[in-house]
Structure formats: C-alpha cells, structure tokens
C-alpha cells in the first residue's frame, strides 16, 4: 500500500521565481491538502483539494495556487518567491468519505528561497 | 480560523520518567489528532480522538480528547529514548476537513 510521496525532496530557488511542487496520495485517498511549516513550528494550512476543485483556503496569498488532477495527484505552485516561503511543504491525503480527516502526510519538500 | 494552544513547547526529561503534553483551545473541534514528526520527515499520526471524554491508549501512550472537544492531552508512560520527536496537535474544524496545529512539543529522553 503506497503512502503518500512527494516530489522533489529538496529544492532551492532565487528570489521571484516560481516553483511547483507535486504530491501523491495514498492509495483510495481523494482529498489532498497542502501545509507549509515553518522551522520549529506546526504546518500551517494552505489548501485543500477534491474533485478537483479547491475546497478550502488559509491565509495564503494569491501567489500560491494549486491543483488536482483526475487520479488525485496534486501541485502546488508559489509564483514570485520570497525569502519567507522558505519552508518545508507538506502534502496530506485523505477519504472524504471517512467523516473525520484522519490526514497521512507526505515526507515533504524542502524549499530553500535565496 | 481557530486556533491550538500546545504546552510545553520544549521538554527534556531522562529515561523512565513520566510527561504529559496539554493541547488546549476556547474552540470546539470535530476531532483531535495527535503526530509525531522526526527531523526532515512528515508527521505521522498516532490517533484520532473524536467523542468527548474518550480515552485512547498506545502501548505507552495515552491520549484523551477534553469533554468538551476544545482540549486534549498525551501522556507518555515510562519514556525511552526512541520516544524523542516533535509532537504535534491538530484539530479538525467544525467548519470541516481543514486540521488547525498547535506549535508542537519538542520532547527529548535522554538515556
């Protein structure tokens, strides 16, 4: 049973480029968010895709998008980097039919913005 | 969006004693997950907590989701040193399917 994987593991940028970093759920999941953590703190929440529509939205900016495609895989696009986006991003997957969001997190991509 | 109170943040205890970690928010959650993350890896879930009052054990582990749902706590019996990790809280929202996460605790067992 596959777990959820990520792609790249590491990557590092300059300032202003864009990024797109991908996810695959695990096996029978629909539903895939996006955390971006902070060294030293818990994820924060950036989105939330199913069906593939965006279903929910943190307190992101526009500069961060996403999508889902039909077999469930996802990306997530950061247009114009800044120093602060510097982070590692997580990807989750879950069933929504579950009725609670027991998520199973990807080992992440690590983004370094200079 | 509501929010997740972790404590402690830091926690440096030796090999065979007792801690508790506390989980608390003046919001109610559908659910209550609790993580542990290893350095450069993802979290990964321990338990689900969802009715009020429950109780959940883990070999050593015991988890317990507040009466009320806005609270939760860990309590780690007799910790040995593979024990060390960053814990994590996180609780589904009642507006549904997106987990608010509390700071973490970064808990060391020396040996």
């Known amino acids: 049973d596959a777990g959820v994987t990520q792609s790249p593991t590491h990557l590092i940028k300059t300032r202003g480029q864009q990024v797109t970093l991908r996810c695959s759920p695990k096996?029978?999941?629909?539903?895939v968010s996006w955390y971006q953590q902070a060294l030293g703190q818990g994820p924060q929440f950036i989105f939330q895709?199913?069906?593939?529509?965006?279903?929910q939205r943190g307190n992101f900016p526009d500069r961060f998008s996403g999508h889902q495609f039909p077999n469930y895989s996802s990306e997530l696009n950061v247009n114009a980097l800044l120093l602060g986006d510097s982070a590692l991003y997580l990807c989750?997957?879950?069933?929504?039919?579950?009725?609670?969001?027991?998520?199973?997190f990807g080992p992440g991509t690590r983004l370094t913005v200079t | 969006t509501q929010l997740l109170e972790q404590s402690p943040q830091f926690l440096s205890i030796q090999e065979g004693e007792n801690l508790t970690v506390y989980c608390n928010s003046s919001?109610?959650?559908?659910?209550l997950q609790w993580y542990r993350q290893e350095p450069g890896e993802g979290p990964v879930l321990l338990v689900t907590?969802?009715?009020?009052?429950e109780v959940k054990k883990l070999k050593r582990l015991t988890f317990q989701f507040g009466d009320a749902r806005k609270d939760s706590s860990l309590h780690i019996t007799a910790a040995q040193p593979g024990d060390t990790g960053l814990y994590l809280c996180?609780?589904?929202?009642?507006?549904?399917?997106?987990?608010?996460f509390g700071e973490g605790t970064q808990l060391t067992v020396n040996p």
């Open positions: 895709y199913y069906e593939e529509e965006e279903r």
């Open positions: 096996s029978g999941h629909d539903t």
């Open positions: 907590v969802v009715t009020g009052g």
């Open positions: 996180a609780g589904e929202e009642t507006s549904g399917s997106r987990l608010t």
């Open positions: 989750a997957s879950s069933l929504a039919a579950s009725g609670y969001y027991e998520q199973y």
């Open positions: 919001s109610v959650f559908s659910s």
